[in-house]
């Protein structure tokens, strides 16, 4: 395996592909490149989406998928791994055997099932696939309520419902869940469990639907993760900037979807900042659980949100 030669961390995203550039890998390589990691990307399939939702889904060949597994596998040091939407059984398999390689990196899991407007992604014989195989091999899952009721065959009405829920979930494998409640009533909910307790993020609602936020936040998560941060300390500060990208999203088309932009919002205007390319200091341990205590240190992306005066 080739050692890389520079401080930067890297990231791989298994995932659709957007045109649009809302969701799936150009959304997670464009949180990745804000946060200062160089990403990686394959797709597993091509969506024909347009700002007013998902038409169809093209899968990427098996042959040309595999090579492209292999070769970020065996060429790259990969130090986190995201994955989005697997269409087909063979693509979840491959998967399993690429993060059986790689199982003391973390990995982020966004179960994505259908898009906002229905447009189903997976069987239920791959949604079986994807539990059996992939659930337990990850360190973190981040299914929204919907997705959640599929896996779990069970109704998430509420906020009771959501912290059962949430353990279920953790029973199926995975280290961490991350449980998104934008679908109930009321200002959105969010939970995080980490086999011990679980932590609320509750923030006000904004009156749009905004495309791509469960591949942001599941985006966020992993950036913060292989940047260094404990599961709680990345939990808070992925929602601060989900806050920031909802309150600052805008529309390619009048009648469709809102759509947010984390490059253009930590750069644009901004070109004087620091890289943050610079290593973090930590202390052992495994993907990052312990670290230093000071939190804002130069080469922090919180710091740099701060120096924006965007976080509070």
């Not at 690429?98 to 966004?110: M, Q």
């Not at 959640?148 to 353990?167: D, T, W």
């Not at 200091?281 to 990052?288: D, E, I, M, N, P």
Request: glycine share 8%.
């Amino acid at each position: 395996m080739v050692i890389s030669r520079n401080n930067m961390k890297h990231v791989l995203t298994i995932a659709g592909h957007d045109l649009t550039s809302g969701a799936g890998i150009t959304k997670d390589l464009e949180i990745f490149l804000a946060l200062g990691l160089h990403p990686l990307s394959i797709p597993t399939s091509f969506a024909i989406q347009g700002p007013k939702g998902v038409t169809g889904l093209i899968p990427t060949p098996s042959r040309a998928f595999n090579r492209m597994l292999k070769t970020a596998g065996d060429e790259v040091r990969l130090d986190g791994i995201k994955i989005g939407i697997l269409g087909r059984i063979a693509q979840i398999r491959a998967v399993s055997s690429l993060l059986n390689r790689y199982h003391d990196k973390p990995t982020v899991l966004d179960p994505v099932l259908s898009s906002k407007n229905g447009f189903r992604f997976i069987s239920n014989d791959g949604l079986s696939a994807m539990i059996r195989e992939l659930f337990p091999l990850s360190y973190l899952i981040t299914p929204n309520l919907d997705e959640a009721s599929l896996i779990l065959q069970k109704p998430i009405r509420n906020i009771r419902e959501m912290e059962r829920a949430i353990r279920l979930l953790s029973q199926l494998g995975p280290k961490n869940v991350l449980l998104k409640g934008g679908h109930l009533a009321g200002d959105p909910i969010d939970l995080l469990f980490d086999g011990n307790e679980i932590l609320t993020h509750k923030r006000q609602r904004i009156d749009r639907q905004v495309h791509g936020t469960g591949c942001a936040l599941s985006s966020l998560m992993l950036s913060f993760i292989v940047l260094g941060y404990p599961m709680k300390e990345a939990f808070v500060r992925s929602e601060q900037l989900m806050e920031i990208l909802l309150r600052e999203s805008y529309r390619l088309d009048e009648n469709g979807y809102w759509y947010s932009n984390l490059t253009k919002i930590a750069c644009g205007e901004h070109k004087d900042l620091k890289s943050l390319n610079s290593p973090r200091k930590t202390s052992a341990g495994r993907h990052g659980q312990k670290r230093n205590a000071a939190l804002l240190d130069a080469s922090d992306p919180a710091d740099l949100f701060k120096k924006m005066e965007i976080v509070q």
